[in-house]
């Protein structure tokens, strides 16, 4: 990410007061583009060098105003690297607003994430069920993982999240994870969840879900033969929970309760 970063303080004569003083302002460019703020500081017209961009003189109250302009311009610097080390695009207005405390909260993807499994947790029992909660939780962890190796971090912003980020999500999951085309579906519509949510409250412009289309395969099922049945049947094993499993399963099957027709194994 390349960006040309001017920085330039300037006063207005022409809106001086009757002693002279002025406002001094901060006024920064990026790649041509300028936003501009006061800094809360007056100087005497007389005693401002336009081309040093300082407050001249050896009074103290000089000093001070020229010990404000090096701390903001240095701290223009930082919010800079700041976005540059999270790979954030930034503008002039974006830099000018966090630096007078404007700037929007900035949601990050996977604590909304986590803040919505936590409440999906708090109801298990009431409104969602256990494998439900499971389900978010699994997809959060591919979520963590495709960032981690898409975007060589450990989060990202909301708002950072658009078609590209979906269809590179639903990509990691077809590849890199091996989910069958319906599974990796599935875990993008838990996804779309979290995402709507950041709509909702306004943390991010537009649903970036608008224009992603996707359709479950239909899967057509096999018949259990006699032979796999009864190695259902004779299998050992370890856990109480699943042996009864096994047998509620067996118990279905042969009274015709939709898991296998009983006519294909007589």
């Not at 001249?56 to 001070?64: A, V, W």
Request: net charge positive.
């Amino acid at each position: 990410m390349s960006v040309q970063l001017s920085i330039l303080f300037y006063v207005k004569k022409s809106k001086a007061n009757l002693q002279s003083y002025t406002n001094i302002y901060l006024r920064i460019t990026i790649d041509g583009k300028r936003a501009e703020c006061s800094i809360n500081r007056k100087v005497h017209t007389d005693l401002w060098n336009s081309r040093l961009q300082k407050a001249l003189g050896n009074s103290s109250e000089n000093q001070e105003i020229n010990r404000e302009i090096d701390f903001i311009k240095n701290k223009i610097y930082t919010i800079e690297q700041k976005f540059q080390r999270d790979g954030t695009t930034y503008t002039a207005a974006q830099l000018r607003d966090v630096y007078v405390g404007k700037d929007k909260t900035k949601k990050m993807l996977l604590e909304i994430f986590q803040e919505h499994n936590d409440k999906v947790d708090s109801l298990i029992g009431k409104d969602f069920a256990a494998g439900t909660a499971e389900r978010y939780r699994t997809c959060k962890k591919h979520v963590i993982d495709f960032i981690k190796k898409k975007y060589k971090k450990n989060d990202v912003p909301v708002k950072d999240v658009d078609h590209k980020f979906i269809t590179g999500l639903e990509y990691y999951l077809k590849t890199t994870r091996k989910c069958a085309h319906n599974s990796a579906i599935k875990y993008i519509t838990n996804f779309k969840k979290i995402i709507r949510i950041a709509h909702a409250n306004d943390w991010i412009d537009k649903d970036p879900f608008l224009y992603w289309k996707a359709k479950l395969k239909i899967v057509e099922r096999e018949f259990l033969n006699e032979e796999e049945i009864q190695r259902i049947i004779e299998i050992e094993l370890k856990m109480e929970r699943l042996d009864q499993v096994r047998d509620i399963f067996i118990f279905c099957l042969f009274h015709g309760s939709g898991i296998c027709r009983c006519q294909k194994i007589e």
